[in-house]
Antibody, heavy 121, light 109 residues
Framework: EVQLVESGGVVVQPGGSLRLSCAAS????????MHWVRQAPGKGLEWVSL????????YYADSVKGRFTISRDNSKNSLYLQMNSLRAEDTALYYC??????????????WGQGTLVTVSS | EIVLTQSPGTLSLSPGERATLSCRAS???????LAWYQQKPGQAPRLLIY???SRATGIPDRFSGSGSGTDFTLTISRLEPEDFAVYYC??????????FGQGTKLEIK
């Protein structure tokens, strides 16, 4: 059974930093691209970032480019999102999502339950 | 960036009825790279349809997708109680970025 478990979400002040983690199990982690997708409270879905199976390719939404960094450790079956210079508009539930392909087809066939990031003073 | 507009915003139907949800793109979605997701309150989204019409693993055949270019449709042939949820369309033919519609809430009448 595929499982994705996010952690690291907390309340942080504007301008602060945070690192989210996602522990994956139930599939061959290094065969697939991975994503972060977020959902602001009561709002829709917004794609945040993609990393290819080997970490060699990464992509970001314009809204987070230059502030967020996606990475993965295939030896630990883990995905990460380093978030810097946080803003109030980054407040959201952050989901880790598995892609259906290795380099990234942007189709998300499994999702975690999310970790809540709140940016507030 | 391709903008997706879903209609209606809310759809009120009864179990057993047929549901038709629309997703319109601001420009043509290449190769019908259009997906649909279902999200229930307090849960993560669930992939239903990709490639405009291919059902994801384990999705019942009462769910079907159709369309091409700028107009796409998700049809639920006969609503079950568990189908009442919010549905999102997503285009991934022009990625990055991939974009989502704003959602259609399917509620019990």
């Amino acid at each position: 059974e595929v499982q994705l478990v996010e952690s690291g979400g907390v309340v942080v002040q504007p301008g602060g930093s945070l690192r989210l983690s996602c522990a994956a199990s139930g599939f061959t982690f290094d065969d697939y691209a991975m994503h972060w997708v977020r959902q602001a409270p009561g709002k829709g879905l917004e794609w945040v970032s993609l990393i290819s199976w080997d970490g060699g390719s990464t992509y970001y939404a314009d809204s987070v480019k230059g502030r967020f960094t996606i990475s993965r450790d295939n030896s630990k079956n883990s995905l990460y999102l380093q978030m810097n210079s946080l803003r109030a508009e980054d407040t959201a539930l952050y989901y880790c999502a598995k892609d259906i392909l290795d380099y990234g087809d942007y189709v998300f066939d499994y999702w975690g339950q999310g970790t809540l990031v709140t940016v507030s003073s | 960036e391709i903008v997706l507009t879903q209609s209606p915003g809310t759809l009120s139907l009864s179990p057993g009825e047929r549901a038709t949800l629309s997703c319109r793109a601001s420009q043509s979605v290449s190769s019908s790279y259009l997906a649909w997701y279902q999200q229930k309150p307090g849960q993560a989204p669930r992939l239903l349809i990709y490639g405009a019409s291919s059902r994801a693993t384990g999705i019942p055949d009462r769910f079907s997708g159709s369309g091409s270019g700028t107009d796409f449709t998700l049809t639920i042939s006969r609503l079950e109680p568990e189908d009442f949820a919010v549905y999102y369309c997503q285009q991934y033919g022009s990625s990055p970025p991939t974009t989502f519609g704003q959602g259609t809430k399917l509620e019990i009448k």
